[in-house]
């Protein structure tokens, strides 16, 4: 079945570099949308289509795809990042959308 | 600037129904399409339902498909979220969320939720 698969947690020192993914196949022929939820928040668009960031969104938040993965990079990382990060995208071939589990960014 | 206000959560039986609002300003919501996210306590989003702007368009993920149903005013600048047979597995928060150009392409306003308990 349709599936997003992210990583449960991952951390960072506060300035280095971070890579969250987002695998699954449908990614093949989609873009995914990236989200970043901080506690008892609504989420907040981050990323849509190829790299598209909303305003007010800094730059140091970046898309990528490889194959049937797509990854947000946030390079300089500022302690406020400390959030949980959401990919969403199509099933193929029905208008259906699906999450991935969630990443929580942990900053040391 | 653009508001989701999202009402009429609460406590609900098993096999009971509630109706959510999502009331919308701060953008043309005749020309938006808009969706409903949940979020159960301590676990990621999952997508439920989206309408398209006319209304002619609605689409459910399989797990409320044939349960809730999903519809819109156009003059009232609302969504609303008619969700019957619930269970407890409904228990979540449940976001309201305007689609961003078209109909799944990305959520890029979303409300604060309206929280949703099934429960004896």
């Known amino acids: 079945s349709s599936e997003l698969t992210q990583d449960p947690a991952v951390s960072v020192a506060l300035g280095q570099t971070v890579k969250i993914t987002c695998q699954g196949d449908?990614?093949?022929?989609?873009?995914a949308t990236w989200y970043q939820q901080r506690p008892g928040q609504a989420p907040v668009l981050l990323l849509h289509g190829y790299n598209n960031r909303p305003s007010g969104i800094p730059d140091r938040f970046s898309g990528s795809y490889l194959g049937n993965t797509a990854s947000l990079t946030i390079t300089g990382v500022q302690a406020e990042d400390e959030a949980d990060y959401y990919c969403n995208s199509r099933v193929t071939g029905v208008y259906r959308l699906m999450f991935g589990g969630g990443t929580r960014l942990t900053v040391l | 600037e653009v508001q989701l206000l999202e009402s009429g959560g609460g406590l609900v039986q098993p096999g009971g129904s509630l109706r959510l609002s999502c009331a919308a300003s701060g953008f043309d919501f005749r020309a938006s399409a808009m969706s409903w996210v949940r979020q159960a306590p301590g676990k990621g989003l999952e997508w439920v339902s989206g309408i398209s702007v006319t209304g002619g368009g609605t689409y459910y993920a399989p797990s409320v498909e044939g349960r809730f149903t999903i519809s819109r005013d156009n003059v009232l600048n609302t969504v609303y979220l008619q969700m019957d047979s619930l269970g407890v597995e409904d228990t979540a928060l449940y976001y309201c969320a305007k689609d961003g150009y078209n109909l799944g392409d990305f959520f890029d306003f979303w409300g604060q939720g309206a929280l949703v308990t099934v429960s004896s």
């Open positions: 449908d990614l093949r022929g989609s873009y």
